[in-house]
């Protein structure tokens, strides 16, 4: 019986995997039949000890809600939705879906003012939604137990993301869309399409003015293609190369 060694971030499925140092990285392609036996021990990497933020945090407890119909809403900053008896309160989250032409309402929100009637939708950092339409129709329903709220901010969006419906500024032969039918989180992500007929720079970006990251250690992106061919390693990079590069 022997015992190997795999680490799906730092491993290499190109080692022979019998010591740390030499570590696989997948289990399928690393640790083959070919490469163990009944009876070996594969010590997979741990994930790292968690990280305390330091502050506290505030989570209301309860059962998941009932959904509501969607009566109206306006084409305003912010956007105030219909709900008749909607019993929400300021700082409730709520998540409006499959709502018609102003479809800039649906998607995860936090409740401001209100009425019996009617509640106007804000991001989680308190900017306002921004109407594209007057809608109606879909379904409300209250999140709030679904989400955790801390006393200072840990993660600042900077390009479209959620309900941030900016889209990049696009290049010639690439065109930018707000896309609601695979995403990340909230309601949409940007989707970059990128003609036959573009060749090489920078084939869309995003402004983000006076944005102060000094207060944060990592930037993150989400990228998934889905279709096209897959370029060589190199071939596209999200920031200034060679930094932020994404092979």
């Keep these: 019986m022997a015992i190997f060694y795999l680490d799906p971030e730092a491993g290499n499925d190109s080692n022979d995997g019998t010591t740390f140092a030499n570590r696989w990285k997948t289990t399928t392609n690393g640790a083959t039949a070919a490469r163990i036996a009944p009876g070996d021990t594969i010590r997979i990497i741990a994930s790292p000890d968690p990280t305390s933020l330091g502050q506290a945090a505030q989570w209301t407890n309860g059962p998941l809600q ?3 119909s969607i009566t109206s809403s306006t ?7 219909g709900v008749p008896a909607h019993g929400l309160v300021t700082g409730d989250t709520v998540i409006n879906s499959g709502h018609a032409t102003n479809t800039n309402a649906n998607g995860v929100w936090t409740v401001g003012t209100y009425t ?48 941030l419906k ?17 995403h ?37 992106f989400w990228v998934k293609q889905t279709s096209g061919t897959i370029g060589a390693a190199g071939a596209c990079y999200i920031g200034r190369a060679p930094r932020g590069r994404v092979d």
């Design 116 to 163: 019996a009637d009617t509640y106007q939708i804000l991001n989680p950092d308190g900017s306002n939604s921004v109407g594209n339409g007057v809608g109606s129709g879909g379904t409300m329903r209250k999140f709030t137990n679904g989400a955790v709220t801390l006393t200072t901010e840990v993660t600042k969006n900077i390009a479209l993301c959620g309900n």
């Design 166 to 182: 900016t889209n990049w500024t696009a290049s010639a032969n690439v065109t930018c869309a707000n896309y609601t039918s695979d």
């Design 184 to 220: 990340k989180e909230g309601y949409s992500c940007q989707q970059i399409q990128v003609g036959d007929s573009f060749t090489t720079g920078k084939a869309a970006y995003y402004a983000t003015g006076t944005i102060d990251l000094s207060g944060y250690q990592q930037v993150s």
């Design 66 to 68: 009932a959904t509501k």
């Design 75 to 81: 084409n305003a900053t912010p956007i105030v939705m």
